[in-house]
């Protein structure tokens, strides 16, 4: 069993070359479990969601087996993401807020051989990652995004680096954020320096940072040594949930065979999968992945800058 922790969100997406009919299931923990569920895993989720998408959420996880843990909520949570250009970057405006996470009990997780966290918008606390951490002692990953964000009075979402947040990080086997959030977390242009920027997040604790840079790839830092992950090249549809779908198929490949190179190119491999289209109902196929990545472990000294 792997758990994923977040609230799911229901989206209104447009993209420079399509848009969605209305609002569509997405969500970090929600992507990851997915393409878990679809790559033959056990999975559970764990978030709160309303009444108003309670029935079509249950309807999609259900058809693929996911294990659901739900919270009630006044409203589901929901962005409007318009994508302004090629490489991913969006305005980010708050359609819905579910309600925080707060209440675990250790047996809603214990049973995991892994946790991913990755909240949508500060429905975590710090206090909650603690207590998880005090009662798993397994491998657990976090996507920082939405330990980063908040929301101003007219619902547009801004990101800030909150008082306590390397503490948090620190918990973990695994940070991944992206270069917006790695430029929140320590100042620096991840297009610049992503090895100072993961060697500083790595100070906070965690066994290993992973900075994922979009169409430059990603790199790796376990303390020793920095690995530079290629993409692979394909025509980008929708870079929602590329990081998401990162955070699956690198803990997907790593809890398999613990190495790094594997991990990371199996990691963009599925991410790469996402992109090519919008929506929950992406094909996630393990040989298209396996077959993208030995293409990607077969490149030569390859750097992101």
């Known amino acids: 069993m792997i758990t994923a922790i977040g609230n799911p969100v229901y989206d209104y997406i447009k993209t420079k ?21 679809k790559l033959g895993e056990k999975v559970r989720l764990i978030g709160a969601i309303g009444d108003d998408f309670k029935n079509s959420f249950f309807e999609k996880l259900n058809s693929l087996g996911v294990e659901t843990t739900l919270f009630d909520s006044a409203e589901t949570g929901g962005f409007s993401l318009i994508y302004y250009d090629d490489f991913g970057n969006r305005t980010l405006d ?8 707060n209440t675990l009990n250790p047996s809603d997780y214990s049973d995991s051989k892994a946790i ?8 975590i606390s710090f206090e909650t990652i603690k207590t998880i951490r005090h009662n798993f002692d397994g491998f657990m990953f976090c996507d920082p995004q939405g330990l980063l964000r908040n929301a101003d009075k007219n619902g547009r979402i801004y990101h800030e680096k909150f008082v306590g947040i390397e503490k948090a990080l620190s918990l973990f086997d695994v940070v991944k954020p992206n270069e917006l959030e790695t430029k929140i977390l320590t100042g620096i242009d991840a297009r610049l320096d992503p090895y100072q920027a993961a060697k500083i997040i790595k100070s906070w604790g965690p066994k290993i940072v992973i900075i994922t840079l979009a169409e430059l790839g990603s790199v790796i830092y376990d303390g020793n040594n920095y690995l530079d992950i290629p993409p692979y090249k394909t025509d980008m549809v929708d870079a929602t949930g590329a990081g998401d779908t990162y955070m699956a198929g690198f803990t997907y490949e790593y809890l398999k065979t613990g190495n790094l190179k594997k991990s990371g190119c199996f990691a963009s491999s599925v991410s790469s999968i996402m992109i090519e289209h919008t929506g929950p109902d992406f094909p996630m196929n393990e040989n298209e992945v ?9 490149i030569n000294g390859f750097k992101v800058l």
């Open 94 to 101: 708050l359609l819905g807020r579910a309600s925080i996470i």
């Open 116 to 123: 991913l966290i990755g909240p949508i918008l500060g429905e």
């Open 290 to 298: 396996r077959r993208r990545q030995e293409t990607l472990l077969g």
């Open 17 to 37: 070359t399509s848009e969605t009919d209305g609002r569509i299931l997405s969500g970090c923990s929600t992507n990851a479990a997915l393409v878990l569920a």
